[in-house]
């Protein structure tokens, strides 16, 4: 019942849209996952859809369209569809979920650019996906947590088995355990990208089992509340919540799209627009740290430090000897991970103490 | 930590449980109000709103109260005095709230909300093991026990509760009777929409402190589904909810744990309980059929 009422309101929402007959350059569509007011993961992405209009000239010259919270799957492909046929010269479809739905509709609409994010999917020339390099924040994340936690133990609040979550969850066991090798990490999966109360609640019962760090790969600002209300430390996700935990939070990785869309509806406008498959991370300002607070400044430093070595590219998170869950050798000393291999990453690393949902 | 795990639980059954009484009695009167999320979603709102502007997370409870009964008041006069399909007009309730909330409530986004005080009472709130469940918690936590008791009282030990049982049965008879058909169902569409809005109010003053789009996340839905699992009775939407918040927060605890059980098989418990209780109820026809509103959703159109 919920699952066709979604899909009414994505209808209704495609309806309302209607046609603004302005006379701009280029129509720039976005469609997204949550709502763009979640604070987290759309709100940044719409943040860097405006951000890209205002670079562009603002209104006069690139219009500007999304859709909000439409659900991951068959539903999409209509919304998507929609958008192509309403004029849209390019369209970002942001969530892992539209991966299947984007490259059909990109193949019915050869003259408009789509570019996917977090996907690996490419199936038509006029496909592209793009993606941030967000586990090297995790991997500092990791460093940071095993540095503060006296329990040893931190949750990990995980939203769907995808190689982009599976990803984090490594880098930060990896960073982890550069400190602490014994540190523990227990994972919940909340099976939704948003859902405050559920994400609370998970982070509740993370809390009641005597971790004293959290990190959270769902949306919501709902876990660095519950958090200082426990009073134990926070990472931030996707946006700066710092409001949200004054004392809780220790950095948060911003993720930062306005200029990758910038780049991107500037090479469309002006015809130049060709497939790329972009996966860029702090060097590129892609993936960014929020102020490191609320921890001592050792490990303020500490992690400084890792975040400028991953930045010169001087370290990689993915640095061998890894071994897989299992306890079987992944990475030989030294060998750094293949990109192919992290974006469709589906095991554990050693030391991940939870069992992958297949 | 049981005592955590516990107060968890009546944190995440408490707003089904008002949302789902609050439609209970909608529907005993023989009105089908499928926007329970949409008035939902208003009542956290405005809640919020109320209680950021005036620091009052008191006032904030009662804008929340007050949005859900006007809300509803829309779909009343539609469906009521209109006479429109009340299917439809449920569903637009809700597409209109949620987007209607999102609009009003923009400013309000990332803003550190105002929070409902747990009750304290000196030495009781401080004896072990049960003091904190038994006279530390929430205030509407309590107030969703006496709505449950006081409900099972109205609709079956007082006259007024059978007069609206009655319109819910047949409201054909009870127009005859002499009974005001559409008053009646008019009071008990905004009762439910109050409690809708209270339960919206709990989400965004005390469950998580804050104001997000779409922060109700379908809780409206799960609402509507236990008044159907509890055949009516309520009393059994009480268990329902608290046996739905269970299961949901259980299965975090049971991930937590390392229990290897596929995490997708967990979130999907609480709808499977649902199910599975929905099926056993069923069974018996004749007892569905006997607590079941007979003019549930029919139009009426009173005859002059």
Redesign the interface.
Known sequence: MKKSLLSIAAAAAVLSLGTFAAEAKVKACFVYVGPIGDFGWTYQHHQGALEMQEALGGESEVELAYLESVPEGADAERAIERFARSGCNIIFTTSFGYMDATNAVAGKFPDIKFEHATGYKREHPNVSTYNSRFHEGRYVQGVIAASISEAGVAGYIASFPIPEVVMGINAFVLGAQSVNPDFKVKVVWANTWFDPGKEADAAKALIDQGVDVITQHTDSTAPMQVAAERGIKAFGQASDMIKFGPETQLTSIIDDWGHYYTERVKAVIDGTWEQVDVWEGMAEEHVVMAEYTNMPDDVKAKAADIEAKIKSGEFDPFTGPVNKQDGSAWLAEGEVAEAGVLLGMNFYVEGVDDQLPQ | ?FE??II?IAT?ATPLLIAAIGELVVERSGVLNLGVEGMMIMGAVAGFAAAFTTGSPWLGLAAAICAGALFSLLFAFLTLTLVTNQVATG?AL??LG?GLS?ML??TF????GVKLPLIYIPVLTELPLVGRLLFGQDPVFYLSLLLTGAVAWFLFRTRAGLTLRSVGDNHGSAHALGINVIRIRYLAVMFGGACAGAAGGY?SLL????W????T???G?IALALVVFASWRPWRVLAGAYLFGAV??GQ??A????I?I???FL?ALPYLATIVVLVLISRNRRLTMINTPASLGRPFVPDR
């Open positions: 930590m955590q795990i968890t995440a569903l809700t597409l949620l999102g409530g923009e986004t990332g803003q550190p989400l469950y998580t402190t804050q997000i789009e779409s922060m996340a379908g809780r839905w949901s927060i975090l605890h991930q937590a744990l390392g290897k596929p995490s997708q979130s």
